[in-house]
């Protein structure tokens, strides 16, 4: 009887589809999901609690958010002639873009890349299609890409920048070509933009078809889930009449108004990461067997080449430390992990016990 249910109605594809699961990090160093792992300084803390004590949590919120908008502009020196969107986190964002395509419409984007590109475009039935990277640098294989373009002309292009999971930075030349050849829209997905000094923004003025997207998360407000979304405002007219009123909530708005308005506490730590994540970089490739590929974002994927990734994965969760195995994936994340980068103390635990796993490692026959 339930299987007659299912059948009749939920469409096939998302029955064929996986959940995406969230991994049990309680009492573990949780270095798997690209958070900042520093808290907000007690001053802060007490400033943006008073700042919600007369919160009027009885009222809807303001459903165009002005005054958050206001400070996402400054902060992010996004052109006065573009228009932007908010979405409950950057997925709320790709799940509007992609309900706003004609039925079946072809969506591209490079492999491996943000999951959620597919995940939901598979869940709205669209022809969703993948470009895997170059082996090795991760890089775009523009040829493929370019030929992909002038042939099926996807109504969207997804290019994360720098990508997920692989963290490097596509390189301009090759975005700027398929910026050129698409008459569709190419999302540019700036969830990293903390981290690196590369940016599409200031292209918006200059190609009609570009949005950029990005998110709070990385910065240090992951618990907020507040995305937004840059483009001509013709275009974020239409995206509009999909997202549903006030979808982000009154706290949320108040949050992340205070947080951007005390910013420099949060660049602080930002830098921070950056200094850590070159020190894991090098010490990383120090150790025997692993490679650590170059990263722009606040992770770094490495290579396991000696010791099976599964294995790795299971012996630092042991030690008390949640990282990410890509491994499963296959193809060109074959042997690959991922590690966000930590506080100095995490950093150092997460080092400490990759050194006894690599030192303990029995050598291969």
Known sequence: MLDNIVDHCIRKEVQAMSAYKVADAANLIK???MENPYDWPAEITDLWL???????????PDPTADQLCLALRKTNDIPQDSAIMLGNGSDELIQILLMALPQHASVLAPAPSFVMYRQIAKSLA??????????????LD?????????????????????????????AAEDIE????LSKGLVIIDEAYAPFTDASFMSALTSHPNL????TLSKLGLAGLRLGFLCGQPGIIEHLDKIRLPYNINILTQLTAEFALNHVDFLNQQTQCLREQR????????????????????NFILFRSLKIPAQDVFNQLKYKGILIKNLSSQGGLLNACLRVTVGTEAENKSFLSAMTQIVNNATPAH
């Open 278 to 297: 070159a020190i894991l970089m090098e010490q990383l490739n120090a150790l025997d067997g692993i490679e650590a590929l170059p990263s722009d974002a």
């Open 211 to 214: 949005m950029v997207m990005r």
């Open 50 to 60: 008073e700042t919600l004590r007369n919160c009027p949590v009885n009222r809807y």
């Open 142 to 170: 523009i040829n493929a890409m370019r030929a992909h373009v002038e042939r099926h002309q996807p109504a969207i292009i997804f290019l994360a920048y720098p990508n997920n999971p692989t963290g490097n930075l596509f």
């Open 126 to 139: 669209l022809d969703y299609h993948s470009i895997p990277l170059l082996k090795d640098s991760f890089a």
């Open 177 to 180: 070509q398929i910026l050129q």
């Open 31 to 33: 270095l798997d999901a």
